[in-house]
T-cell receptor, first 113, second 111 residues
Framework: EAQVTQNPRYLITVTGKKLTVTCSQN?????MSWYRQDPGLGLRQIYY???????DKGDVPEGYKVSRKEKRNFPLILESPSPNQTSLYFC????????????FGQGTRLTVV | GESVGLHLPTLSVQEGDNSIINCAYS??????FIWYKQESGKGPQFIID?????DKRQGQRVTVLLNKTVKHLSLQIAATQPGDSAVYFC??????????FGQGTTLQVKP
């Protein structure tokens, strides 16, 4: 089954404690991205990657890092989480350069206290 | 029932009625558009798409209309069902391929 898998689904952590949210896709998509979703602000892109070893900032990259060492994986790293990073996070993947839809993971609900 | 997307974030309709969800997009160069449905606790799911060389596209119970003159997109859902209750997002794809999402409209279906 074609899917994007994020882990964990729910996470509560404390300010300053590094964390990683994993994302994996099995569709051989070149393009992967991370979004955060906040009430009243919709989906905002954090980082994206057009292919292996190619990453770029989205609209709200501050406080986040990503890596793309393999085509299927695109982890989101919060080196020093802060309460304003409490949000719902989605990973997505799609074919690059072709007009096809993005497939989304199930989401990760992160709370930073 | 009808919404104007960004200006009316919630649309309430009676089960069995038709729903129209509207979206104004921002980039006149966008050449691909997608509607997503997001149910509570889930990620956005693809509903239907349309390319800029079309004005209308129909799926099962859903129709997307594109008016490039006024940069307007709408999603029509026929015979709305309780399972249609969700948040609906439009997304535009300008040259370069980056998805740009609208704010979303909540559709509530009253039994």
């Amino acid at each position: 089954e074609a899917q994007v898998t994020q882990n964990p689904r729910y996470l509560i952590t404390v300010t300053g404690k590094k964390l990683t949210v994993t994302c994996s896709q099995n569709m051989n998509h070149e393009y992967m991205s991370w979004y955060r979703q906040d009430p009243g602000l919709g989906l905002r892109q954090i980082y994206y990657s057009m292919n292996v070893e190619v990453t770029d900032k989205g609209d709200v990259p501050e406080g986040y890092k990503v890596s793309r060492k393999e085509k299927r994986n695109f982890p989101l790293i919060l080196e020093s989480p802060s309460p304003n990073q409490t949000s719902l996070y989605f990973c997505a993947s799609s074919l690059w350069g072709k007009n096809t839809e993005a497939f989304f993971g199930q989401g990760t609900r992160l709370t930073v206290v | 029932g009808e919404s104007v997307g960004l200006h009316l974030p919630t649309l309430s309709v009676q089960e069995g009625d038709n729903s129209i969800i509207n979206c104004a997009y921002s980039n006149s160069a966008s050449d691909y558009f997608i509607w997503y449905k997001q149910e509570s606790g889930k990620g956005p799911q693809f509903i239907i798409d349309i390319r800029s060389n079309m004005d209308k596209r129909q799926g099962q119970r859903v129709t997307v209309l594109l008016n490039k003159t006024v940069k307007h997109l709408s999603l029509q859902i026929a015979a709305t069902q309780p399972g249609d209750s969700a948040v609906y997002f439009c997304a535009e794809v300008p040259p370069g391929g980056k998805l740009i999402f609208g704010q979303g409209t909540t559709l509530q279906v009253k039994p």
